[in-house]
C-alpha cells in the first residue's frame, strides 16, 4: 500500500503560481507512473498531467505551456508547477499513483479573477 501526502494548495489570482508537491511515503517503483488529477464541483475527475519513472509527461491541452510536472526518483515525489493559473483551474486537485492505482486524499487550489 503506497500512501501518498499532498501540499502546497491554496489561494491564487489569475495569473499567479502556485506549486504541488505530492510525496509517497513508501518506497514505489520508478518504472511506475506518477501525477495530478483534478475536480471541480459538479465534474469528474479529469487527468492534468502524468510522468513516468524515466521522465516521460503527458498533459491535458488545457494546461500545456502553463502547468510543469517533474519527478524527484530519490525522494518518490512529484511536483506540479502550475503558471498563468485561470479561474477555470479551481478544483481539487489529487495525486496519483500507479499501478496499483492510488489516490491521495486531495488538495484545494482556488483561483479568483
Known amino acids: 500500500q503506497v500512501q501518498l501526502v499532498e501540499s502546497g494548495g491554496g489561494l491564487a489570482q489569475a495569473g499567479g503560481r502556485l506549486r504541488l508537491s505530492c510525496a509517497a511515503i513508501?518506497?514505489?517503483?520508478?518504472?511506475?507512473?506518477m501525477g495530478w488529477y483534478r475536480q471541480a464541483p459538479g465534474n469528474q475527475r479529469d487527468l492534468v498531467a502524468t510522468i513516468t519513472g524515466n521522465g516521460t509527461a503527458n498533459y491535458a491541452d488545457s494546461v500545456k505551456g502553463r502547468f510543469t510536472i517533474s519527478r524527484d526518483n530519490a525522494n518518490d515525489t512529484v511536483y506540479l508547477q502550475m503558471n498563468s493559473l485561470k479561474p477555470e483551474d479551481t478544483a481539487v486537485y489529487y495525486c496519483?499513483?500507479?499501478?496499483?492505482?492510488?489516490w491521495g486524499q486531495g488538495t484545494q487550489v482556488t483561483v479568483s479573477s
Open positions: 513508501r518506497s514505489i517503483f520508478r518504472a511506475n507512473v
Open positions: 496519483h499513483y500507479r499501478p496499483p492505482v492510488h
